[in-house]
């Protein structure tokens, strides 16, 4: 998942999500395969990464999340606080010759 975040917002998005909304996501997703910012190119953006068995287990792990009154909260602070622009979901799967190894 890519986000958008306005200019000069990343910190305070940054430190909205680890109060707030990290520990219930990783509760439902597991830990992300990678969360990062730029540093050069495309500034003011954010990706993430998670893995999951196939789109179903995604599916799945979501439903759970979104009936989390901690993560429900969390999204309602990041949408009072408006530091986002946009979001981009890229399903993808590893070619097999590079599996994902956590």
Same mark, same amino acid.
Request: hydrophobic fraction near 45%.
């Given at each position: 998942? &890519?986000?958008?975040?306005?200019?000069? !917002?990343? &910190?305070?998005?940054?430190?909205?999500? *680890? !109060?707030?909304?990290? /520990?219930?996501?990783?509760?439902?997703?597991?830990?992300? #395969? *990678?969360?990062?910012? *730029?540093?050069?190119?495309?500034?003011? &953006?954010?990706?993430?990464?998670? &893995? %999951?068995?196939? /789109?179903?287990?995604?599916?799945?792990?979501?439903?759970?999340?979104?009936?989390?009154?901690?993560?429900?909260?969390?999204? !309602?602070?990041?949408?009072?606080? /408006?530091? #986002?622009?946009?979001?981009?979901?890229?399903?993808?799967?590893?070619?097999? %010759? *590079?599996?994902? !190894?956590?």
């Amino acid at each position: 998942r &890519t986000y958008r975040v306005k200019p000069g !917002k990343l &910190t305070q998005e940054l430190d909205l999500y *680890a !109060k707030h909304g990290l /520990a219930a996501q990783i509760r439902h997703l597991g830990a992300p #395969l *990678a969360y990062l910012h *730029a540093e050069s190119g495309d500034l003011n &953006t954010m990706v993430h990464l998670w &893995t %999951f068995e196939d /789109a179903a287990d995604r599916a799945r792990r979501r439903a759970a999340m979104m009936a989390d009154p901690e993560w429900l909260n969390y999204l !309602k602070l990041a949408d009072g606080a /408006a530091y #986002l622009e946009g979001q981009r979901n890229t399903l993808m799967v590893p070619a097999s %010759f *590079a599996p994902i !190894k956590r």
